[in-house]
């Protein structure tokens, strides 16, 4: 069943001194792994993205660096970052304010899929810089990350989305993927276990296999933009009600 995160109400875990994590999916989704990551100035967080999955780092908010595999990267606030398996990274916070990093794991540990992941050892891309999809017929734009015209893998799909005052998604759920949105602006109103709840920044929803879902602008809102996966990369999707 689909379920609503908010991050400040979280449990958080220190990871060590400055460094703390939580998870958003908490163990109930097959096909990946979601965590918050905050990570407090001067701090350096390191990881290793796991053997037969991709790690999909996106920064919420803060200032900072990320270095792998002998390069280093400038990762700004709602910059991408995508690591391929087995390869070490470190996030350090150069900021004022503690950096805020959205971390998925796809497919999550131990898996054992043959799913091609991500090859380039690590790829970081700004908002700005991504590849970008008008579509006016159905009032929204995608921002790519992790798709054919972006960054390659066929472990997930990543983008940011960004909807009109008026743009209306309508009840479907993926038979063979999971999905999260994150939001990043304005407010979305879903359909989550049948019922309509108001997501602003700050929260996160995830759905799982066949989990139906809905969503528009809120009420009030002129407009909203998200952060979305789905994971794997090759989904279906159903629309309608049940």
Same mark, same amino acid.
């Given at each position: 069943?689909?379920?609503?995160?908010?991050?400040?109400?979280?449990?958080?875990?220190?990871?060590?001194?400055?460094?703390?994590? *939580?998870?958003?999916?908490?163990?109930?989704?097959?096909?990946?792994a979601?965590?918050y990551?905050?990570?407090?100035?001067?701090?350096?967080?390191?990881?290793?993205a796991?053997?037969?999955?991709?790690c999909? $780092?996106?920064?919420?908010? !803060?200032?900072?660096a990320? #270095?792998?595999?002998?390069?280093?990267?400038?990762?700004?606030?709602?910059?991408?970052?995508?690591?391929q398996?087995?390869?070490?990274?470190?996030?350090?916070?150069? !900021?004022?304010?503690p =950096?805020?990093?959205?971390?998925?794991?796809?497919?999550?540990?131990?898996?054992g %899929?043959?799913?091609?992941?991500?090859?380039?050892?690590?790829?970081? +891309?700004?908002? =700005?810089?991504?590849?970008?999809?008008?579509?006016?017929?159905?009032?929204?734009?995608?921002?790519?990350? +992790?798709?054919?015209d =972006? +960054?390659?893998?066929?472990?997930?799909?990543?983008?940011?989305?960004?909807?009109?005052?008026?743009?209306?998604?309508? $009840?479907?759920?993926?038979?063979?993927?999971?999905?999260?949105?994150?939001? @990043?602006?304005?407010?979305? /109103?879903?359909?989550?276990? !049948?019922? #309509?709840?108001? $997501?602003r920044p700050?929260?996160?929803?995830?759905?799982?296999l066949?989990?139906?879902h809905g @969503? %528009?602008? =809120?009420d !009030?809102?002129? #407009?909203? #933009?998200?952060l979305?996966?789905?994971?794997? *990369?090759?989904?279906?999707? +159903?629309?309608? /009600?049940?």
């Amino acid at each position: 069943m689909g379920r609503v995160v908010t991050f400040a109400h979280l449990p958080m875990n220190e990871i060590t001194a400055g460094i703390d994590s *939580a998870s958003i999916t908490s163990g109930e989704t097959q096909e990946m792994a979601a965590e918050y990551i905050r990570v407090a100035p001067g701090r350096r967080w390191t990881a290793t993205a796991p053997r037969g999955s991709d790690c999909y $780092l996106f920064m919420l908010d !803060g200032t900072s660096a990320i #270095s792998a595999a002998d390069h280093q990267y400038h990762f700004p606030a709602q910059a991408f970052a995508v690591v391929q398996e087995g390869i070490e990274f470190a996030v350090e916070s150069k !900021g004022g304010a503690p =950096a805020r990093i959205i971390n998925v794991i796809a497919p999550p540990q131990p898996s054992g %899929r043959s799913t091609a992941g991500f090859r380039g050892k690590i790829a970081v +891309v700004e908002r =700005a810089e991504a590849p970008m999809l008008d579509l006016p017929d159905e009032k929204k734009r995608r921002i790519y990350f +992790v798709d054919d015209d =972006a +960054v390659k893998s066929q472990r997930g799909h990543a983008m940011i989305v960004l909807y009109e005052k008026d743009t209306v998604t309508g $009840l479907h759920q993926h038979p063979n993927a999971e999905s999260i949105f994150v939001m @990043l602006e304005g407010a979305l /109103q879903f359909t989550v276990n !049948g019922e #309509s709840v108001v $997501l602003r920044p700050g929260q996160a929803v995830y759905f799982g296999l066949n989990d139906q879902h809905g @969503l %528009r602008v =809120a009420d !009030g809102a002129s #407009s909203a #933009s998200f952060l979305e996966f789905h994971i794997p *990369a090759a989904y279906s999707t +159903v629309r309608g /009600q049940r």
